[in-house]
Structures are given as C-alpha cells and as structure tokens.
C-alpha cells in the first residue's frame, strides 16, 4: 500500500477482554516497529521485528502483550485481560531496513472501559 | 533506560517569531531523528542528523547536530500556523527508536 494502514482506528473494549490490532505495513519494508502513545507523551517503543522474527520485545509492558508477524508483512499486537491502564493509542511504523527513516500508520485509539 | 530529554515542553509564539527546540543526551548518539506530530495526527518524519557538527535546512527549518554529538536543535524561522504540533526527537538505541517527551509549539495568528 502506499502507506502503513491500521485498524481499527478506534477500539472501545471492556476491562478483561481481549483484543486484537492490526499493522499493515509499507510492501517491501522489512522493520515492523509498535509503538505505544498516551496523550501528551512522546511514543513509547514497545517490540521491533526485522522480516518475521521480533528482534527487540524489550519495551512489551508485561506477559498480556505479544505480537507476531508471521509472514514477515502484516503484523498483529494482541493485548490479553485488557486494563484501563492500557488506553492509549497505538502506533505501527515501519522502515525499509530498520536504519532509514520510520513511517507511521495512524494509530489505533485503544480505550478499556 | 536511554532517553533523550526535549527542551521546552511548550512554547508558544506569535506568528511570525522564531522556534528553537532543544534535544540531549548524557551519551554519545549514533544519530538523532527528528519528527512532527499534528494535533490529532502521527509522527512524520522531518530529518535524520548522523555527522557532528551537521547542519541540515529544510526552508524555515534548520536542524542542527552538535560537535559531541549529544545535542541536536531544529530552529523554526518565523513561525506561521501550519508550525503547529508537537516536535520530537528521536535516538537510535540498539533496534529502536526512543522518543523524546516533545515540544509542543502553538502560534497565534
């Protein structure tokens, strides 16, 4: 696609459930980067992939989040047993290598209720 | 954890006065990123510095990197409205890219 696409753009869940968001990132660009970003702070690195394999997780909060990138394209961050602590907005970037530039999807705006 | 602090928080200007926002380390940066955030929107990347001492200009903006390469500066020249949003730096650190906090600018017309 032309750029990195997410969704959904908005996601309103209960405190416990479990949710699901999607990064669709630039064709051809190997670094997959999840970002996590609450209203007036900068964003908050949370796992890098290169191609399938998550290089850096070091930034995932704790054991309710993980991610994959099976395919080394699309890639999935998955939030178990939601908190409200966890309402933020989350960001995909990717990059053509990991050391150029990053481009960012829109975000998901996550809210637990 | 690494992390580079943003100077100021906030500023803002009149239209037409200039911006600086200041971005340190206590480490040596292999490079620092700058990026821009409209209300509502997501970072955008603006320009990445790698050489000491670099200076980089993009029209009004200029992107400074300091000799030590622990500092870098993006000066806005006389600011107009569509200047607004929140400006971050950003430093490599191993295999990701950790965010300053911001500077938010806002410019009255």
């Known amino acids: 696609g032309a750029g990195v696409s997410q969704t959904p753009s908005n996601k309103v869940t209960e405190k416990g459930k479990y949710v699901e968001l999607r990064c669709d990132p630039i064709?051809?660009?190997?670094?997959l980067y999840w970002y996590r970003q609450s209203l007036g702070q900068g964003p908050e690195f949370l796992i890098y992939?290169?191609?399938?394999?998550?290089?850096?997780d070091s930034g995932l909060p704790n054991d309710r989040f993980f991610a994959v990138r099976p395919e080394g394209s699309v890639s999935t961050l998955k939030i178990q047993r939601t908190e409200r602590g966890d309402s933020a907005v989350y960001l995909c970037?990717?990059?053509?290598?990991?050391?150029?530039?990053?481009?960012f999807g829109q975000g998901t705006r996550l809210t637990v209720v | 954890g690494q992390q580079v602090m943003q100077i100021p928080q906030y500023q803002h200007v009149q239209e037409g006065e200039d911006f600086t926002t200041y971005c340190n380390s206590s480490?040596?940066?292999?490079?620092i990123q700058w990026y821009k955030q409209r209300p509502g929107g997501h970072p955008v990347f603006l320009i990445q510095?790698?050489?000491?001492?670099e200076v980089k200009k993009q029209k009004r903006l200029t992107f400074q990197f300091g000799e030590a390469k622990k500092n870098s500066s993006l000066h806005i020249t006389a600011t107009q409205t569509t200047d607004v949003g929140t400006y971050f730096c950003a430093e490599e650190y191993g295999n990701k890219l950790v965010f300053g906090a911001g500077t938010i600018l806002r410019v009255k017309s």
């Open positions: 992939f290169q191609g399938t394999g998550a290089a850096d």
């Open positions: 970037a990717s990059s053509f290598d990991g050391n150029t530039e990053a481009f």
């Open positions: 064709s051809g660009h190997t670094a």
């Open positions: 480490t040596t940066l292999s490079n």
């Open positions: 510095l790698v050489k000491s001492g």
